[in-house]
């Protein structure tokens, strides 16, 4: 490539390379400074900010860059439109939310010595994300997987506080190096049918009829089973409720919304760039007639939502029950993407815009009750909200807008999902939805009952928050307060940000 050619690439690059620059700087400093950690989550902080104002630039982009010699500009490894954009904001909001929880976590506390590696790890993550969220190459792809995964592993056991900590990481491994396995499988499979990675290529190369279908199907099957196992897509779920009860709180919140966004960009991504040959005037995907993608996304969403809720239903750890309701939302986010249209596009940045304060607003309440009665179990949170009322409150409030209960933002996350599943004439399954959205409202209901309408067991526990705690908890309880009832900039937002995926 040439030198300008190269300068060019790399200034679609830009977060990127600001994400990468700051980990350096994280290490660095980390290593200079010695016992003096104090810095590290400021320098964090700021290299998300400036990777922040970088994709707020990119927002009207659209390109391709590092394009495979011989093909033209517009197949690249990497595509910059406004749907990786969007993503990538909220990749970096769930980051400085978690990052000043970790503030507040006495998890993190407790390992000072070891924060270096706990923010450089948590910077190698977004970047993987960053890489995941705008890949159109197969190669790419797994590599920027494995970058998060990798860090992620790591982080899950981070603390060695308690035995499921080693756990839960030993399990992500585990189930990670399996799936990790299965995608490159199916990888080499599409390589071998195609000859390419590159997914423009690739569509190309599957509209003429000498494809294998059988081989196809396989492989697709083979690579699904790789981002189902990172947007915990049931059969591909059996590591959430292990690491997301043994993992730091702090990294659990991160898990479920950061990493499970980044899955699900890659896999709109990945379906439509590959598999879609082109796009009705109404806004649906006329498919290449080559994978049932729309069966195959119906059947895991309402697996994966109907196991998510009833596995729910009995479970006595708060850290399991919300991993077990997200599960559940992957369910429910799987069905904007089998609608296989853009109305559905519409719905997921909704939900998922939505989704990432109410979810990360949950699992922080429950860190800082945790950290001041030392447990997580449903049992110790009896007469709590009397004890703690405004944590009662406010803990309500995410739990009824999880629910999609009116007037919270998260009804209106579920009135799109099902506005797009009607426009698709899928009423069945939107009845289905509606059913496991009843059953979801009983174990949220079950926490409020306790906190609110059971006697403590001992004595009442008040808690004082912090300034910073008190802050944080109305920064994300105001979208969800405020798009309940006042919706249109976040939808219209989100309609801007599906003319996307290079095509």
């Keep these: ?46 290299g998300m900010l400036v990777a922040g104002f970088c994709v707020m630039n990119q927002m009207t982009f659209s ?88 860090s992620s592993y790591v982080l899950t056991g981070f603390t060695k506080l308690k035995d499921r900590n080693s ?38 190369l599957l509209q003429s009829p000498q494809i294998n279908m059988l081989a196809l199907g396989i492989a697709g099957i083979l690579i699904f089973a790789g981002i189902g196992y ?34 699900f960009a890659l896999l709109a991504r990945f379906i439509k760039v590959t598999f879609v040959s082109s796009v009705a005037p109404s806004g649906h995907w006329l498919l290449i007639p080559v994978f049932p993608w729309k069966e195959l996304l119906i059947v895991i969403s309402i697996l994966t939502m109907t196991l998510g809720n009833f596995t729910a239903l009995w479970q006595t750890n708060l850290k399991r029950m919300l991993a077990y309701s997200s599960i559940a939302h992957a369910g429910y986010l799987l069905l904007s993407v089998a609608v296989l249209s853009n109305q559905g596009l519409v719905a997921m940045l909704v939900y998922f815009a939505i989704y990432a304060f109410m979810n990360l607003g949950a699992f922080f309440i429950v860190m800082i009750i ?45 009135l799109y999902l099902f506005i797009a599943l009607v426009d698709a004439n899928m009423i069945t399954v939107a009845v289905i939805a509606l059913l496991n959205t009843v059953v979801a409202l009983y174990y949220y209901i079950r926490v409020l009952k306790e906190m609110f ?28 307060v405020i798009f309940g009832v006042y919706f249109t900039p976040v939808v219209e937002f989100a309609k801007s940000c599906i003319t996307i995926l290079g095509m």
Excluded at 13 to 30: K, Q, R, T
Excluded at 175 to 182: D, I, K, N, P, W
Excluded at 403 to 409: D, E, I, K, Q
């Design 370 to 414: 945790a950290n001041k009665i030392g447990s997580e179990d449903l049992e110790d949170y009896k007469g709590l909200g009397y004890s703690m009322p405004f944590l009662g409150v406010t803990f309500g409030m995410f739990l009824v807008s999880l629910t999609g209960l009116p007037p919270s933002a998260g009804f209106i996350g579920k």
């Design 63 to 150: 390109g391709a860059v590092f394009s495979p010699s011989g093909q033209s500009k517009s197949f690249g490894m990497v595509t910059v439109d406004s749907f990786g954009a969007f993503f990538k904001l909220l990749v970096v909001i769930s980051t400085i939310l978690v990052v000043f929880f970790s503030f507040s976590s006495e998890e993190i506390k407790k390992s000072t010595r070891r924060q270096g590696e706990y923010y450089t790890l948590i910077l190698g993550m977004v970047l993987g994300m960053f890489l995941m969220i705008s890949a159109t190459d197969l190669i790419l792809i797994y590599l920027s997987l494995e970058l998060m995964s990798l």
């Design 167 to 204: 756990e839960a990481a030993l399990k992500y491994l585990i189930y990670g190096a399996v799936s990790s396995g299965l995608m490159l499988f199916g990888i080499s499979i599409v390589y071998g049918l195609t000859g390419s990675t590159n997914l423009y290529v690739i569509n190309t």
């Design 453 to 480: 309408l059971s006697k403590p067991t001992g004595e009442p526990v008040s808690l004082r928050l912090s300034p910073l705690s008190l802050i944080l908890i109305l920064v994300m309880l105001a979208p969800v």
């Design 230 to 263: 990172k947007i915990s897509a049931a059969p591909f779920h059996f590591w959430t409720p292990d690491v997301y009860e043994g993992a730091p709180i702090t990294i659990t919140a991160f898990l479920s919304v950061a990493s499970k966004a980044a899955g």
């Design 1 to 46: 490539m040439e030198f300008n050619t190269i300068y060019n690439n790399l200034f679609y690059l830009v977060p990127e390379i600001a994400v990468s620059a700051f980990l350096l700087l994280v290490v660095l400093a980390d290593l200079i400074l010695g016992n003096n950690k104090k810095l590290l989550p400021y320098l964090s902080i700021a």
